[in-house]
């Protein structure tokens, strides 16, 4: 501990002596002493507590006593550079021993007891410093004394200039000091001295404490330690200063004395588009369809930005908003600004369908939607059968879909449909199966197609003659449709 004074430790205490009065008994030797329940014989000696050693003395009459004849230092107690050859350290009772890093004393008191006290030797090292040495650590000097005792007895400046503790030393346009609070905590302060702080401006003119200066676009105020402060921006055009994260307007131009961290600049805040200055709150049109505003920015400044759109007959649209001139409707949308334009909500389409009128305009059946815009809602098939965008119908054997693909509908047969037989069981694609005369099988679309002409366990492929025992038998394809026949064959001449 920095500047503590040695403390003297109670180490160990026992009584001095103990005495027994003769009392006769068969079973006592009148020869030996009783400690700690056990027995020792006359002058012999122990060490009791491991810190003293104790002697047995009897007498003549019986009576005994023991008493402490020195005090002892475990080995493992004491800082030996060599714990190897360290040993015990006895030392008589009212003596001490100094064995260069601590200090022991055996003390015998009037209240019969023996203490062993431990306290610092006077020539104690103090952690990894020998008595008497000084030394530094950071911006401190330190110092070995009695007892093992560190003392700070200096600060030292980053120039290397050593302050006593609780002096001050003046450097330039500072007052340095080295201190120590109440709670041991020790520190180096520094202080401008008003009376001798200087500031250069750009050309080298000093300026005293606290003095302003103007310097191009900026007012400097010389303060503490001659640090040299942007305190406010400046132009020729306004007569007062533009302090700092401030604005001031002077007919219509507003001037921005901005700060990011550590930089400062003067705007002169005024809007440029197309080559054209604009005041801060102007408006003008872009195209003579966009229109914009010279206006402040969060970050001090000035932008031009779209506050709205012009239609082609000069009516103002605010952003967001949608006008019906004529037929016509016009819309200033959000975000990226544009104009657009198209039929008014109720508007014909194709100029004689009300909104929500129906019509069929070959094989598809149109609605009229708001704007003018027109959407197919159906397919119509043959015979006139209307299938709704989105759903499929089976119709003379095959199934026929209304599908609505990137943005276009059309009607077209369904792949992967089901097929029906003629008994109303359901066949998959691929699928072949007897019906009657015929062979059929699914196509892909749904559709019963007739592979071949079937009699008994006889396959005819469809547009051939087959003949068998005399007879003929014909399948046949002729416009879609298939026809199976059989006739017997005319023997031949003889």
């Not at 003095?211 to 942007?230: A, H, L, M, P, Q």
Request: aromatic fraction near 8%; charge should be neutral.
């Amino acid at each position: 501990m920095i500047g503590s004074p040695t403390k003297l430790l109670l180490f160990l205490g026992v009584v001095v002596a103990v005495f027994a009065v003769p009392v006769p008994s068969e079973d006592k030797d009148p020869t030996r002493c009783t400690y700690d329940n056990q027995d020792y014989k006359n002058q012999s000696t122990w060490v009791a507590q491991e810190a003293f050693k104790m002697k047995c003395v009897t007498s003549e009459n019986g009576s005994w006593r023991t008493e402490v004849i020195s005090c002892v230092v475990p080995a493992k107690m004491r800082h030996c550079k060599d714990q190897k050859g360290c040993e015990d350290l006895h030392i008589n009772v009212n003596d001490k021993k100094d064995d260069g890093q601590d200090m022991f004393e055996c003390v015998s008191g009037n209240n019969q007891q023996v203490n062993l006290k431990h306290s610092k030797a006077a020539k104690a090292d103090c952690k990894n410093h020998k008595y008497g040495t000084t030394w530094r650590e950071g911006f401190f000097r330190y110092k070995c004394q009695e007892g093992g005792v560190i003392k700070l007895e200096a600060c030292i400046t980053a120039e290397n200039s050593e302050i006593p503790l609780g002096e001050t030393l003046k450097m330039d346009m500072y007052d340095i000091s080295c201190t120590m609070d109440d709670n041991g905590v020790v520190s180096m302060k520094s202080k401008s001295d008003s009376s001798r702080v200087v500031c250069k401006t750009s050309e080298g003119v000093n300026k005293k404490f606290g003095e302003k200066w103007n310097d191009k676009s900026f007012v400097k105020k010389c303060s503490d330690y001659g640090v040299t402060r942007i305190v406010a921006c400046r132009d020729d055009s306004v007569e007062e200063e533009i302090p700092v994260g401030k604005n001031v307007t002077v007919n219509g131009k507003t001037f921005s004395c901005y700060k990011n961290e550590s930089s400062f600049a003067l705007r002169r805040t005024w809007c440029e588009h197309a080559g054209i200055k604009y005041d801060n709150q102007s408006y003008w049109f872009d195209q003579d369809v966009f229109k914009y505003k010279c206006e402040l920015t969060p970050n001090r400044t000035m932008g031009a930005i779209i506050v709205g759109c012009k239609t082609p007959s000069g009516k103002e649209i605010a952003i967001g908003e949608t006008v019906e001139i004529g037929d016509t409707a016009f819309e200033c949308t959000k975000g990226n600004v544009t104009l657009r334009s198209g039929p008014v909500k109720n508007a014909l389409c194709l100029r004689k369908y009300k909104t929500g009128e129906e019509w069929t305009d070959g094989t598809f059946k149109m609605r009229c939607e708001p704007h003018g815009k027109t959407s197919a809602v159906a397919c119509m098939a043959w015979n006139n059968t209307e299938i709704s965008v989105g759903e499929s119908k089976r119709l003379d054997g095959i199934t026929m879909e209304c599908a609505s693909e990137n943005g276009k509908v059309i009607l077209r047969p369904k792949m992967g449909a089901d097929c029906v037989a003629e008994d109303g069981s359901i066949k998959k694609s691929g699928d072949i199966w007897h019906e009657k005369a015929f062979v059929r099988r699914c196509s892909e679309y749904g559709y019963n197609d007739v592979i071949a002409c079937k009699s008994g366990d006889l396959e005819i492929a469809v547009n051939t003659t087959v003949t068998t025992d005399g007879v003929q038998h014909i399948c046949e394809n002729k416009g879609k449709t298939f026809r199976y026949g059989h006739q017997k064959q005319a023997p031949l001449p003889s």
